[in-house]
């Protein structure tokens, strides 16, 4: 549950636009992913996110590479819905108009292995050009990493 919201009832942003993905992190149709799930909230993207003991970064806490993929692809979630709003693309169109062109990730405290962690973005800008998503992973009411996802436009040649 997060914030008032029950994260487990009906289709996530990552279902609704791209059901076929394999994206690691995200995709919906990869059996061997992680398979987040992001929803619309209160003013920003929320999920909640479960870690599996093989996520163990060896000390016993959740290993910083899954803590930097689920942020990637949860503030992809909130990328999409605001492309969406902005009519940059539309429910079923396979491709999304951006791409991560970056992903400044500050570790604040270890998050814990063996439970859920939250998950909450926001857009902070957004222009034809380019998304600034700002990201928090946390867990007891405290950041366990904060990060700054830019995505820019694609334009295949």
Known sequence: MTEGIDV???PSIQERFFPGTTCF???PANAKGLRLRSFPGDGAVVATFVPWPEHDNG???LN???IGT???CHSGAAMVLEAEKRGLRGPGDAQTPYVTAGLDIRYRRPAPLTEPSELRAV???ADGDQMTVEVELSW???PRATATALWKRW???
């Open 123 to 125: 857009i902070v800008s």
């Open 64 to 66: 910083g590479g899954i």
């Open 59 to 61: 000390l016993g806490y």
């Open 70 to 72: 689920v942020m990637d």
């Open 8 to 10: 487990t009832q009906g």
């Open 155 to 157: 334009r295949p040649r």
């Open 140 to 142: 007891d009411g405290k």
């Open 25 to 27: 992190g995200c995709g």
